[in-house]
């Protein structure tokens, strides 16, 4: 990633229209696509771990290389720290960017976060903290759908529960997040990250280096997930 990013350009001014009506839709309806048998043997190998541990777990979804994962990891050293990433070539680069000391807490998992998520509140799963770094804003107006808050996936989301905090390089998709969370009596706070900040992701280096400013939204879920009714009426 050694060329720069352009600049997140969008049709969308502001938070979308139809923000509060596609979020509440699916806080009221589960999600029910099946969940993929390799992504279900890929938690079932994460849950033996998660069943035998005592200590704070942290999610880094969506973890890329996995070089965030490892500074969580550095950062929390009495925490079960899990990356999580679809894709095999991004995970298979991790040793180039791997920066914690040897014996830390952390494991990397190949799923997709769509079954992942689901089999972790089924599985009761309570986290500690979940990041959420870069990059999915889908910033066309008709893409709503394919950000995380927008989508089916995301009760489970909030299910999870935690401190959430999530990156990203447009502001407006940090915004529509807080704003579905309010819809569930939850509040955030998103503030700047700062140019001298030190980036923990190959996308928020490139970031940096293009100028571009940085945007840094913080949560915290409640523990027992009971404001919405999607997951209890599976």
Known sequence: MNQ????????????HDDLVAVVMRHLRS???????????????????????WRGPIILDSCCGVGESTA?????????????????AHRLGRHAHYQNAEAG??????????HDFWRLAVEAHWQLDQHYILYPNPWPKAAHLGRRWHGSPVWPYVLGLG??????????????????????VNC????SPLLARHEPITPFERKY???????????AQLPEDGRYFSAIEAE
């Open 162 to 183: 935690g401190r959430l905090v999530m990156r990203s390089n447009w502001v407006t998709y940090l915004t529509e997040v807080a704003s579905s969370l309010a819809l």
């Open 208 to 218: 940096q280096r293009s100028g571009q400013q940085l945007w840094e939204l913080h």
């Open 4 to 15: 720069e990013s352009r600049a997140v350009t969008t049709n969308q001014h502001g938070n």
């Open 30 to 52: 589960p999600f029910r696509k099946p969940i993929q048998e390799h992504n279900r043997e890929a938690f079932a190998q994460v849950q033996k771990l998660v069943a035998d």
């Open 71 to 87: 500074y969580i990891a550095e950062q929390n050293p009495n925490a079960l720290v899990i990356g999580v990433d679809k894709s």
């Open 104 to 113: 830390q807490r952390y494991i990397l998992v190949r799923a997709d976060l």
């Open 187 to 190: 509040s955030a706070s998103i």
